[in-house]
């Protein structure tokens, strides 16, 4: 199995441009997410789907959007990039519980810089 | 909002020292996780815990939730230098989906 994969692994914007960062998992999970990651802020959710066709937001939803097509996949859209949204991005996935969100499996990351 | 902080920051510490983090939420956590970041890498899951003062061990990392389910933290006994890296807790509050991330403690393991 692939587990999460994230792609691409670097990408460079100008500001003003727009990029897909794709995420696909092949374990069957129910939830999807993406965080991302600056240094001293931990990992901070951006959106997140509970299934196919339900997205919802998390912390940071701005200047992002995302849909959840299949179960499978869980592309990330920056529409108009900024040098703000520079940083670095998990995909992350896992089964629901009945106290939430059980153990997340993440993807190796997207590090991304806007100029 | 929900918000998850954790201390210390950074902790640098000698082989063989013992190492301890804290992580506190701002509101009543249904369970708490507890995850891995190697340098350069990805957060890799250690642990849930799910019961009010829960205590579970994994070789010389022991973690703890609190009583009032609101408060962990995670022992690390004798350390080595394989133990470095970031590590975070992270929350989930009744049915919600969202796991909350606390801001996480870097771990420096040195000879």
């Known amino acids: 199995n692939a587990g999460v994969t994230q792609t691409p692994k670097f990408q460079v914007l100008k500001t003003g441009q727009s990029m897909t960062l794709q995420c696909a998992q092949d374990m069957n999970h129910e939830y999807m997410s993406w965080y991302r990651q600056d240094p001293g802020m931990g990992l901070r959710l951006i959106h997140y789907s509970v299934g196919a066709g339900i997205t919802d937001q998390g912390e940071v939803p701005n200047g992002y959007n995302v849909s959840r097509s299949t179960t499978e996949d869980f592309p990330l859209r920056l529409l108009s990039a900024a040098p703000s949204q520079t940083s670095v991005y998990f995909c992350?996935?896992?089964?629901?519980?009945?106290?939430?969100?059980?153990?997340?499996?993440f993807g190796e990351g997207s590090r991304l810089t806007v100029l | 909002g929900q918000q998850v902080m954790q201390i210390p920051q950074y902790q640098h510490v000698q082989e063989g020292e013992d190492f301890t983090t804290y992580c506190n939420s701002s509101?009543?956590?249904?369970?708490i996780q507890w995850y891995k970041q190697r340098p350069g890498g990805h957060p890799v899951f250690l642990i849930q815990l799910v019961k009010s003062g829960e205590v579970k061990k994994q070789k010389r990392l022991t973690f703890q939730f609190g009583e009032a389910k609101k408060n962990s933290s995670l022992h690390i006994t004798a350390t080595q230098t394989t133990d470095v890296g970031t590590y975070f807790c992270?929350?989930?509050?009744?049915?919600?989906?969202?796991?909350?991330f606390g801001t996480g403690t870097r771990l420096q393991v040195t000879l």
């Open positions: 509101t009543t956590l249904s369970n």
């Open positions: 992350a996935s896992g089964r629901r519980g009945s106290g939430g969100t059980g153990e997340l499996f």
């Open positions: 992270a929350g989930n509050t009744g049915t919600a989906s969202k796991l909350t």
